[in-house]
């Protein structure tokens, strides 16, 4: 935070893009271990938001910020602290709506996980979970439609999670924290970290290799020729 001018200003660190827009410029599906690695992101930050008793209220590509393989929540504008209670308002962008809010029922931390529900389907088919020509359409069919199911080619896991994430028993939607207990889950996030303090640890390597030879030290070619890429962690398929 910086003030000038008794104005004060927020800096926040650099990201390429926003999930949608990062969307629409590939020419392919994501891989399911890309898409795995933001999903898991976003709900470890959506779980530190719920632990201290607020909620976004609008997830959705466009406010998933990307650089490489990081992805950071934005837009906190109509975000809201629980207090203990139930948020009434509707609020949101529709097609992310959950269905409690479509019925103008109180909601709380779920519909961020059915949000991201959402966000992980459209990730997967490319295309939104719900779709409609007008607004009323559109909730009719969030509320009583159809439920989507993950398209061939994802693991047993991955439908598993948009089944239980989609769930309009708000009720039964899992929680994030929960979400993230699962020992799938919980294991290639943990490699996860393993690929990053591995990158962390080549970077500082390289770093010292070319602050070396700016100092006139000689240092083995293959030392500045060692690739960044980290390893990526497929998930196996489910029996």
Not at 48 to 70: A, C, Q, S, W, Y
Not at 73 to 94: H, M, N, Q
Not at 120 to 145: H, N, T
Not at 188 to 214: K, L, P, T, W
Request: aromatic share 10%; proline share 7%; glycine share 8%.
């Amino acid at each position: 935070m910086i003030r000038e001018n008794d104005e004060l200003f927020f800096v926040f660190e650099f990201m390429e893009d926003n999930l949608y827009e990062y969307s629409k410029k590939r020419e392919k599906h994501f891989p399911e271990y890309q898409i795995r690695n933001m999903m898991y992101q976003v709900l470890q930050g959506l779980a530190f938001m719920h632990k201290h008793g607020f909620f976004h209220r609008d997830i959705k590509p466009e406010n998933i910020l990307v650089r490489g393989d990081t992805v950071k929540i934005a837009d906190f504008g109509i975000s809201k602290a629980l207090g203990g209670g139930l948020a009434r308002t509707r609020c949101g962008t529709p097609y992310y709506l959950s269905p409690e809010q479509c019925q103008q029922k109180p909601y709380g931390y779920g519909c961020d996980v059915w949000a991201m529900g959402c966000v992980l389907y459209q990730l997967c088919a490319q295309k939104v979970p719900f779709d409609a020509q007008s607004i009323q359409g559109l909730v009719e069919r969030i509320s009583s439609g159809p439920l989507p199911q993950a398209p061939p080619g994802y693991t047993r896991e991955v439908a598993v999670l948009i089944t239980d994430m989609l769930d309009r028993n708000a009720a039964r939607r899992p929680s994030c924290g929960v979400l993230l207990q699962r020992p799938r889950v919980q294991q290639e996030i943990q490699a996860m970290y393993a690929d990053h303090r591995e990158q962390r640890a080549r970077e500082g390597e390289r770093g010292a290799a070319v602050a070396a030879v700016s100092n006139g030290a000689a240092v083995p070619s293959a030392e500045l020729a060692r690739p960044e890429n980290p390893r990526h962690h497929p998930s196996p398929q489910s029996d």
